[in-house]
C-alpha cells in the first residue's frame, strides 16, 4: 500500500518526459536537417551568382574585342581614306563610292572636314557647305596633331539626320593640318550586331568613352545618346583596373545587374550587365522546390510523431487512468477512518488498511490463525468470549450471511478493551460461492464510554430532579407534559400517567389568576414561552380542586431549544408550592390595608380638631390683641405653629396612606417623560436655587403608577434641592443604566451631606436629621419614597462620603418590569 496519488503524478511525470525527449531529438533532426538545407540553398545561390559573374565577364570580354576587332577595321577605313585625300579629290571620291556600295553597312556616310571646318567632301553626294568645325573630334584632332584617332559619342547628323558615332583621324600634309577624315557609324546597327553576346533579355552591353559618355547601349540606345555616367563608376575611377566586376542598380532602368568590364586598347570601355534575377531565377526556383519539399517532409515527420504520439498517449491515459484508479481504491481505503479487512474462512486476514490496524494494534500471528497463535480476546456484549467459527467474518466466508452492525468486543495484546461495531459482507466466486468476507470495523469504545457517562449522569440527574422540594414538568412544542418529578406530582395531585400527555389548555386545570379570575390555558407560562421563546419568572396561578379548595404555586419558565430550530422545542417549569405564603401575604395585605385605612381615618379626622384649635387661637389673639402680654402673644404663637405643624404631618400621614391604594394604575409609562414634568414642577426651585442639574443614561419604559414615580422623583430632586451649601451652586446628576438583572437609577448632588451613623434613620417616617427652624418638612419624604420603590418591586438606600461631601440616592427596578427604548449607551444632559 505504498503507492500513492503522488506516486502516479512522478509516474506521469516520467512519461512526460519521455515524451518531450522524443519531441526534442525531433526537432534536433529538423533543425539539423533546416540548417543543411539552408547552408545548400544559399551555396546554390552563391554558386549561380559566381556564373552569372562568368557569364558577365566573358561576355564582356568578348564584345570588347568584337568592338576593338570594329574600331581597327575602321581606323584601317580611314587611314586609306586619308590616303586618298591627300591624293587629291578624285581619289577620295573614288573611295567614297567604293564605300557608298555597302563595302561596310554600319558606316552611313565618309566625308572630309577641310582644315577652316567646313564640310568638303560626303560619300552620299554633293555636299554642302556646312560648318563643322564645331564637332568635338573637329576640335580635338586639330589642336593636339599626336591624335590620329578619334571617336566621338552619337551625335545627330545634320545631313542624314541620324543618329551617328563619329570616328575621325586627322589629315596633315608635310606637317599641316589640312583637315579631318571621317566617316558616321550607325549605332544603332553597331548595337545590334553587339546584342548578340547578351544571355539574358535584360541583359544589357554598353561602350563608353574614357570619360563616361555612352557610345553604344543595347537597351534604349536612342535615350543613352549624349548621356554621361555618374564619375562613382568603378572603372572611371582614377587608377581603375582594365578589368572588373561591380553589382549595382542599372543607371536607367533600375534593374539590378551584375556588370563587368573591359577596357579597350584605344581607352573605351566595354560594359556587360547580367540581370540578377534573370540569372539567379532558376536556381532561385530549385530551392523554392528545395523549400517547399523540405516543408512538406517536415510537415510530414511531425503528423507521422503527432500521430505516433497521440496514440502514446492514449494508450499512457488508459494504463495511467487504470493505475490511477487502483491507487485511489487503495488509498481511500487506507483513508477510511474505517478498518477494513478481508478474512478467509480459516480466519486469515488476506488484506487490511491502515485504521484496521491503527483500531486493533496486533501481531502477526494474532492476525493469522496458524496453529498455535495466540486467540483473540473476542466476547459479546453480555461478556461471553467467542471462538473463532462465531466470529462473524468467519461465518460469512463460510455461509455466505452478511452481519450488520454486531457489537463485539476485543481485548487486544496491549490488554485494553476496544469495543467495535462489525459489519461483513460475503465474496463470491465465479461458482456463486462465498470464499472470503468483506468486513467494516469501527472503534466505538469512545462512544460506548460516552453513553455510558450520559447514563450516569442522567441517573444523577434523575435522582436530583426526584428530590426536589420544587416541581418540575418538562412539557413539548405543543403544551403537552412530557416528563415530571415527584414533587409536581404532589404538588398537582395527579400521578405520572394522569400528567403524561395533559396540555396546558386542558380545561381540568381550573386555573385562576391571583385575583380570582380565571387564568386561561393559552396564557399559562410554559405557553408563552413556548410562543415568544422567553423565560417566564414568579407567575402566580391558582389551582382550584374538586374539593373547591385553591392550590397556589408560582411558575418560571425556561425554553429548551433545538440545534437549528427557530423557535423552542420544549419547556421546562418549576412549580413551588405557595399555598402557605398566599394564605399569609393575603392575610398580611388586609391586616396592612386596615392599616391604612385606620391611619387615613385617623389623620383625616385628628385635622378637624387642629384646625378648630388654630383657628380659636388665632381668635382670641385678634380679640385681645393689645390686652395680650409679650409672653402671651408668644405662648399662643408657639400654639398655633405646633397646630399647623401636626397638620403637616397629618396631611403628609395621609398622602403615604394612600400609596397603592389611591393614585394611578400600573402601566408601561417613559421614565424620562416622568422625570422631565418632575423637573416642570420644580422649576420655580430650581430657577431661585440656579441650581444646575444633569441628566445622563439611557432611561428605560417602566411598569409602573406614573404619578407615585413622579413623586419618587420629586421627593428625591427636592432633597438635593433643599439641602444644599450655603453659598453653593446645588448641582445635581440624575441618570439611569441597566445593571445586571435590573434597572438602576441614581441623584447625585454636593450638598450638605449625610453623617455615616445617622443614614439608617433617613427612610423612617418622621424621622428628622435637622431643626425644623433650618430645613423646614415633615419627616415622611423619604419614607414615602421607600413605600414608593418598595411597591414596584425595587430596592432604595443613600451614600454619602460625609458632612458637606454630597450624597447619592440610588434606587432599583427589576429588568423585567422595565426595558430599554433609548439606544444603548445614548447621553443625554439638560442643565436648569
Do not use: C
Amino acid at each position: 500500500m505504498s503507492e500513492t496519488l503522488p506516486g502516479l503524478r512522478v509516474q506521469s511525470f516520467a512519461v512526460d518526459r519521455t515524451r518531450a525527449a522524443i519531441m526534442a531529438v525531433v526537432a534536433v533532426f529538423v533543425g539539423l536537417y533546416w540548417l543543411n538545407t539552408v547552408q545548400e540553398l544559399d551555396k546554390n545561390e552563391a554558386d549561380a551568382l559566381e556564373a552569372a559573374k562568368r557569364r558577365a565577364v566573358f561576355t564582356a570580354q568578348s564584345a570588347a574585342e568584337a568592338a576593338e576587332t570594329t574600331l581597327d577595321r575602321f581606323r584601317v577605313t580611314l587611314r586609306i581614306a586619308a590616303t586618298a585625300a591627300e591624293q587629291g579629290p578624285v581619289a577620295l571620291a573614288l573611295y567614297g563610292n567604293v564605300m557608298s556600295a555597302g563595302l561596310d553597312d554600319m558606316v552611313l556616310q565618309l566625308f572630309h572636314v577641310s582644315a577652316d571646318g567646313y564640310l568638303s567632301y560626303s560619300s552620299l553626294g554633293q555636299a554642302p557647305r556646312n560648318f563643322l568645325g564645331d564637332r568635338e573630334y573637329f576640335r580635338t584632332l586639330a589642336a593636339d596633331p599626336q591624335r590620329s584617332f578619334v571617336v566621338s559619342p552619337p551625335v545627330m547628323g545634320r545631313l542624314t539626320n541620324k543618329w551617328s558615332l563619329q570616328l575621325a583621324q586627322g589629315v596633315w600634309v608635310n606637317g599641316k593640318f589640312t583637315g579631318v577624315m571621317a566617316i558616321a557609324v550607325s549605332p544603332e546597327r553597331w548595337t545590334a550586331r553587339l546584342a548578340r553576346f547578351e544571355g539574358g533579355p535584360r541583359d544589357v552591353l554598353s561602350l563608353f568613352s574614357p570619360d563616361g559618355f555612352y557610345l553604344l547601349r543595347t537597351r534604349d540606345p536612342l535615350q543613352s545618346f549624349g548621356q554621361q555616367l555618374p564619375s562613382d563608376r568603378p572603372f572611371l575611377a582614377d587608377g581603375a583596373a582594365h578589368a572588373g566586376t561591380y553589382v549595382e542598380p542599372g543607371a536607367r532602368d533600375g534593374v539590378l545587374r551584375l556588370y563587368a568590364w573591359q577596357r579597350l586598347a584605344s581607352g573605351q570601355v566595354m560594359v556587360s550587365g547580367v540581370a540578377l534575377d534573370d540569372a539567379l531565377a532558376p536556381t532561385r526556383e530549385l530551392n523554392r522546390q528545395t523549400v517547399l519539399r523540405g516543408i512538406a517532409a517536415t510537415l510530414a515527420l511531425l503528423v507521422a510523431v503527432a500521430v505516433i504520439l497521440f496514440f502514446i498517449r492514449r494508450s499512457e491515459r488508459s494504463s495511467l487512468a487504470i493505475a490511477e484508479k487502483e491507487t485511489m481504491q487503495r488509498v481511500t481505503l487506507s483513508a477510511m477512518a474505517e478498518g477494513l479487512a478481508v478474512a478467509s474462512a480459516s480466519g486469515e486476514i488476506l488484506f487490511h488498511n491502515d485504521s484496521f490496524a491503527r483500531i486493533l494494534p496486533y501481531a502477526q500471528d494474532r492476525l493469522r490463525r496458524a496453529e498455535g497463535a495466540l486467540p483473540w480476546d473476542v466476547f459479546a456484549v453480555d461478556g461471553s468470549l467467542l471462538d473463532l467459527a462465531q466470529y462473524p467474518s468467519v461465518i460469512t466466508a463460510r455461509t455466505g450471511q452478511p452481519f450488520d452492525d454486531v457489537i463485539l468486543g476485543v481485548k487486544t495484546s496491549d490488554r485494553d478493551t476496544h469495543w467495535l461495531n462489525i459489519n461483513t459482507r460475503p465474496l463470491l466466486g465465479a461458482d456463486g460461492k462465498p470464499y472470503a468476507a468483506i468486513l467494516t470495523v469501527t472503534d466505538i469504545t469512545a462512544e460506548r464510554a460516552a453513553e455510558r457517562a450520559l447514563k450516569e449522569s442522567e441517573e444523577r440527574y434523575r435522582t436530583v430532579v426526584e428530590s426536589l422540594v420544587e416541581g418540575i414538568v418538562v412539557q413539548d412544542d405543543g403544551g403537552a407534559i412530557i416528563a415530571s418529578n415527584p414533587a409536581a406530582e404532589r404538588i398537582l395531585g395527579l400521578g405520572a400517567d394522569e400528567l403524561a400527555g395533559r396540555h396546558s389548555t386542558d380545561p381540568r386545570w381550573h386555573a385562576i389568576h391571583a385575583d380570582g379570575s380565571a387564568f386561561p390555558g393559552d396564557i399559562h407560562p410554559a405557553m408563552v414561552t413556548l410562543r415568544t421563546g422567553e423565560r417566564q419568572e414568579g407567575v402566580i396561578m391558582g389551582l382550584r380542586k374538586a374539593d373547591d379548595s385553591v392550590t397556589w404555586v408560582e411558575i418560571n419558565t425556561a425554553p429548551l431549544w433545538g440545534a437549528e430550530a427557530d423557535r423552542p422545542v420544549a419547556v421546562v417549569a418549576s412549580i413551588l408550592e405557595i399555598t402557605n405564603r398566599k394564605e399569609f401575604e393575603d392575610e398580611l395585605s388586609r391586616s396592612n390595608s386596615e392599616l391604612e385605612q385606620f391611619a387615613y381615618a385617623v389623620s383625616h379626622d385628628l385635622r378637624e380638631p387642629l384646625r378648630m384649635i388654630a383657628a380659636y387661637m388665632q381668635l382670641l389673639q385678634r380679640r385681645l390683641g393689645a390686652d395680650l402680654s409679650t409672653e402671651a402673644e408668644e405662648f399662643i404663637g408657639f400654639a398655633v405653629d405646633g397646630a399647623k405643624r401636626m397638620d403637616r404631618m397629618l396631611v403628609a400621614l395621609l398622602e403615604y396612606s394612600r400609596v397603592g391604594r389611591i393614585g394611578q394604575p400600573m402601566e408601561w409609562v417613559p421614565s424620562r417623560q416622568v422625570l422631565e414634568e418632575a423637573l416642570l414642577f420644580l422649576s420655580p426651585v430650581i430657577a431661585q436655587t440656579k441650581a444646575e442639574i444633569t441628566v445622563v443614561g439611557d432611561w428605560p419604559e417602566i411598569f409602573a403608577s406614573a404619578d407615585e414615580i413622579e413623586r419618587l422623583f420629586q421627593n428625591l430632586l427636592g432633597n438635593a434641592l433643599k439641602y444644599h451649601r450655603e453659598g453653593v451652586t446645588p448641582v445635581i446628576q440624575v441618570g439611569a443604566r441597566q445593571q445586571g438583572g435590573e434597572w438602576r437609577f441614581w441623584f447625585t448632588d454636593n450638598g450638605i451631606g449625610i453623617v455615616s451613623d445617622q443614614i439608617g434613620r433617613l427612610f423612617k417616617v418622621f424621622q428628622r436629621l435637622h431643626a425644623n427652624d433650618r430645613y423646614e418638612g415633615s419627616g415622611i419624604g423619604l419614607a414615602l419614597s421607600r413605600k414608593i420603590v418598595q411597591r414596584h418591586d425595587g430596592r432604595i438606600w443613600v451614600e454619602s462620603p460625609g458632612p458637606d461631601a454630597g450624597s447619592t440616592f440610588t434606587f432599583t427596578l427589576r429588568a423585567g418590569v422595565a426595558h430599554a427604548r433609548m439606544p444603548e449607551g445614548r447621553e443625554i444632559a439638560s442643565s436648569l
